[in-house]
């Protein structure tokens, strides 16, 4: 008879539902380099995103509960808390995990209440520090955790709790550069006219703001230029972008996105957290019009972080001759050198290999 007592060494990652997939990309990040690291670790995830199929394309168990946002009105918060709750603890019994790692602004209340009825179990909170607002009440919730692992911002220094349970780590890259895909062969796929370079164009899901307008916007500027093909990424949870199609222009809807960063001679994007430091970690020269709408994410002081040190440019009147102004500059080779040059001197380590490691030694 097969021996079925569970053996305690069980992670489960709880990412929560954003704007974007930030949270749910750096859990990725960090989980398949435990995996790696410790290949006999019973990984899972629970999670309101709506990317569950990123999660089994990893290989890991998911287990979902659809966002508050999704339900009607008549389903009130303290029921969807319940929900969460009781699919919560129906998990932790079923696989007895020995560590929680929840990535997300708010802890919610049915997490909480389930993480105290679990008192052997670790807990984790990865807690981004740049804010728009400081939330007292959120503040306090850092009390039901072990660890706070706060990614770092790469040209805003933090001030750092000396608490002894903050842990703070270098900025979470998903793929590694030996990842990315090949320069030649992506323009060569997408039938690139000699001689054209290439820009990509991704502002964002478009869930919290109206990006259709901005787009337009730099599609009347590129198409200016005979020297351009545009590539537009559409986000996989976001809606169609509903773009004619057209010569020189392509859409791609993928993950992840940043695969295909080693064929882009400039980017203009938002500046979620995720993203902005992956341009920057693989060299991409960028225009960045920061979403100025999210409620707590600070776009625009990280953007201009950026640009201070002449790694990006930042737009943020978007009208049509500031795009193009910006976008005529950025494209002249002495400009692509110069943020070249200054994004590769930017050597810093990869914070989902620091914080795998931390996971295996001490959970």
């Known amino acids: 008879m097969a021996n079925s007592t569970k053996k305690n060494n069980c992670t489960l990652f709880i990412p929560t539902n954003g704007a974007g997939l930030g949270h749910l990309t750096r859990c990725l990040a960090i989980a398949k380099r435990l995996k790696k690291l410790d290949p006999n670790r019973e990984i899972i995830f629970f999670s309101t995103s709506a990317a569950m199929n990123l999660i089994l394309q990893e290989g ?55 993480m105290r009825e679990t008192k052997a179990m670790k807990k984790v909170w990865m ?5 728009k607002k400081v939330r007292p009440e959120i503040d306090m919730k850092e009390k039901e955790f072990n660890t706070i692992i706060v990614p770092k911002e790469l040209f805003i220094p933090q001030k750092q709790q000396k608490t002894g349970k903050h842990y703070y780590c270098d900025p979470i ?18 039938n690139i006219p000699e001689g054209h370079k290439i820009v990509f164009v991704s502002l964002g899901a478009g869930n919290i703001n109206d990006i259709k307008l901005t787009i337009s916007k730099i599609l009347t500027v590129l198409r200016k230029r005979k020297d351009i093909f545009i590539v537009i990424s559409e986000s996989i ?25 080693n064929a882009f001679d400039l980017a203009i994007t938002a500046s979620g957290y995720n993203s902005f430091h992956e341009l920057l970690f693989f060299n991409v020269p960028a225009i960045i019009i920061p979403n ?3 409620k707590t994410d600070d776009q625009v002081a990280r953007a201009l972080s950026a640009e201070r040190v002449g790694a990006a440019r930042v737009i943020k009147n978007e009208s049509i001759p500031e795009i193009e102004k910006a976008i005529n500059m950025a494209l002249k080779p002495q400009q692509q050198l110069l943020m070249k040059n200054i994004t590769q001197k930017l050597i810093y380590k990869n914070g989902a290999d620091d914080v795998a490691n931390l996971l295996k030694i001490f959970f």
Do not use: A, C
């Open 60 to 114: 890991f168990l998911g287990y979902h509960l659809p966002s508050k946002t999704v339900f009607r009105e008549y389903v009130p918060s303290e029921k969807w808390d319940l929900m969460f709750k009781e699919h919560l603890r129906m998990i932790i019994k079923l696989h007895q995990p020995n560590l929680l790692f929840f990535d997300g602004v708010y802890p919610y209340v049915g997490l909480i209440t389930s």
């Open 127 to 131: 807690r981004r520090g740049l804010g």
């Open 173 to 190: 890259i998903y793929l590694e550069k030996s990842e990315l895909l090949d320069r030649d062969i992506l323009r060569k796929k997408w």
């Open 237 to 261: 949870i976001g809606k169609r972008l509903q773009i004619p199609e057209q010569e020189n222009l392509i859409i791609i809807r993928d993950y992840p996105i940043s695969s295909y960063y």
């Open 292 to 294: 100025q709408m999210t």
